[in-house]
């Protein structure tokens, strides 16, 4: 009995008239479909469910969705070192800055600083990095890591480039160095007129 091949993506909805065009008239149809999903030459594919959405051109939908997808290979490669995303940034600030100010670190990662305060008792509580009072201004708390969080962060380096490169893999080099050039000038924009970024 001959196997049941699965029809593709490019088949046409109409399975039952497929049967019934010549092979000319079958390559037109893909050739429209393709004209739908066109790309580049060695681009990635648009997603399937990209295709008639009528969010694909919200910008504020694709960056959730990206990130979902970030937080998610995140996670995966990162699940020995029990760090998320926003510990992981702080701590890799705080060892490339020893001595930092709570206030900076916040504003260099991207959070508030109620958010930072929280971040910084569990890192504190693993024993990666520390916090005291600054000499210069007693209201101003200071960050140092431990030797523990250096050990970690050179553990994670590895992961954290996995991570990486799982992210931007559609992409070619000169893609994904665009890309993140794009997005940064994008935060940067909105962060010096004022918006959430630079909370």
């Known amino acids: 009995m001959a196997r049941k091949q699965k029809p593709s993506q490019q088949d046409m ?3 039952d008239t497929q049967a019934a065009l010549s ?10 479909l393709a004209k739908h ?27 959730r969705r990206l990130h979902q997808t970030s937080v998610s290979i995140f996670a995966q490669e990162m699940a020995q070192f029990d760090l998320t995303p926003v510990q992981y940034s702080v701590l890799a600030v705080v060892v490339e800055q020893p001595g930092i100010d709570q206030v900076s670190a916040a504003e260099m990662v991207g959070v508030d600083r ?5 971040v910084i008792d569990r890192l504190a509580r693993k ?3 520390t916090r005291s009072v600054a000499d210069y201004d ?12 250096e050990k970690l962060m050179a553990r994670v380096a590895i992961a954290a480039e996995a991570v990486r490169l799982r992210l931007l893999e559609p992409l070619s080099d000169a893609e ?24």
């Open 13 to 15: 909805p109409e399975l």
């Open 176 to 199: 994904s160095a665009l890309f993140c050039e794009l997005m940064e000038r994008v935060i940067a924009y909105h962060r010096h007129a004022g918006g959430p970024a630079a909370a």
């Open 127 to 129: 024993g990666l990095m």
């Open 37 to 63: 999903v066109s790309r580049d030459a060695g681009a990635a594919p648009r997603a399937p469910w990209l295709l008639d959405d009528i969010l694909r051109d919200r910008p504020g939908y694709l960056v």
């Open 23 to 32: 092979g000319a008239a079958a390559r037109q149809d893909a050739s429209g």
């Open 114 to 118: 109620t958010t930072i305060v929280g």
């Open 138 to 149: 007693k209201r101003a708390r200071v960050l140092k890591s431990t030797r523990v969080g």
